[in-house]
Structures are given as C-alpha cells and as structure tokens.
C-alpha cells in the first residue's frame, strides 16, 4: 500500500515568489494534516482536515498562507508570496476519520528554501 | 500551554551501547505519548506509544514508561545499532484532539 505521497521534494525560490506543496494521502484516510518543522525543531500542526472541511486552521498565517483539499482526497498547501522565515520542510499526514487515536502517517516532506 | 522536552543533541554512541533520550512533557489532562523515528530522506514513523499511566510502549528492542508522577517518557534501548542512527521526536496528543505536539528532536549517530 501506498504511503502519503508529497510533491516536490525540494525546492528553491526567491523571496515574494508564490509556491505550492501538494499531498496525496494514503488511500481512505479522510483526515488530513499540514505540519511546518523548521530546522532543528519538531514538526508544528498549520492545518488539519476531515474531508473537505478544515477544522483546525487556528496556526495558518492566513496573510500568506492557504491551503485547499476540493475534493477530499488530495490537498495543496500554498505560500503567496514567500518570506524568507518560510524555509522550513512542509511535511502532509493523514489518519484515518473518526477513530479516536487514529495513527498519523507522515509523507516524506517538501524541503522549502527561500533566498 | 501544552509542550514537549527533549534532551538536546546530537547524540553519539557506539554500537551496542545503552540508549536513553530523555522527553518530559507539560500537558493538562491525560495526554498519550508518542515517540517518532525520522531516517535520513524519510517521514516521521510511529515508533511506539503509550495511553495512560505506567503503560510501556515498545517497538524494535526500544522501549518507553509514561511516568505520570514525573512527566516524562524517556526513551531506552539496551544495544543500538548503526540502523538506529536517526532523528528521534517526543510527542503528545491531548485526550480527544487530534493535534500532535512535538520536541525539537533529538539527532542520533551510532558508531560501527
């Protein structure tokens, strides 16, 4: 079975350029997660979604942030424009809906660098 | 507010050598504990867990107590190997929340 699946691995923009991370979940997990873990930290929840409906937005910076799952399957998590406090690995879960300590599982992050 | 403390590292030892990872956490409630592995190019793994107190999680010859009475979920592994070297995360989720809080992480290299 496939694991949670994220795009691009790594990537490289200038400052005040936009970007996009996407993540497709593992096959039946309705619940989605986008975490941010800077360098040298753990990993800090952005935003969480059961199906279409994010329900945990509370740590987006909504200025430049945003982040969209249309059809309740895969999601992308925007930045417009980046800063240079941007760089950091973009890492996507997800867990299976509704099962009370459903087990997270971690894609493989997108490494973001802002020059 | 809810957090997680983790020894700092980096952390290197020689195979076969005793591990500890010291995690001490401050929550309300009753939260369940999580260690996270993280291999070089890799995502998080769920290493081992525990949901209340005096419960030992255990996976892959490491091993975790949630000591309630002192906070803390110190990580332990009797003889490590070359494979262990990784990050290793502490981690909290508050009884009915889904949201993860996580230590800074603890770097380990093993040594052949």
């Known amino acids: 079975e496939a694991g949670v699946v994220q795009s691009p691995r790594y990537k490289i923009i200038e400052k005040k350029q936009p970007v996009a991370f996407w993540c497709n979940p593992i096959?039946?997990?309705?619940?989605l997660y986008w975490y941010r873990q800077n360098l040298g930290q753990g990993p800090e929840l952005l935003i969480r979604?059961?199906?279409?409906?994010?329900?945990?937005d509370s740590q987006l910076p909504k200025d430049r942030f945003s982040a969209e799952r249309l059809k309740g399957v895969d999601s992308t998590l925007k930045i417009q424009p980046a800063e240079l406090g941007d760089s950091a690995v973009y890492l996507c879960a997800s867990s299976l809906a509704g099962a009370a300590g459903a087990e997270q599982y971690f894609g493989p992050g997108t490494r973001l660098t802002v020059t | 507010g809810d957090s997680v403390t983790q020894m700092e590292g980096p952390v290197t030892l020689s195979e076969e050598a005793f591990l500890t990872i010291n995690c001490t956490y401050t929550a309300t409630g009753y939260p369940s504990l999580f260690w996270y592995v993280q291999y070089p190019g890799e995502g998080l793994q769920l290493l081992l867990k525990a949901t209340k107190a005096d419960d030992k999680g255990s996976n892959k010859g490491f091993e975790a107590t949630y000591r309630k009475e002192t906070t803390s979920f110190h990580l332990e592994k009797g003889s490590v190997q070359v494979s262990d070297s990784a990050v290793y995360f502490c981690a909290l989720r508050l009884q009915g929340a889904q949201k993860l809080v996580f230590g800074q992480g603890t770097r380990l290299t093993i040594n052949p």
């Open positions: 979604y059961e199906n279409e409906e994010a329900v945990d």
């Open positions: 096959s039946g997990h309705n619940t």
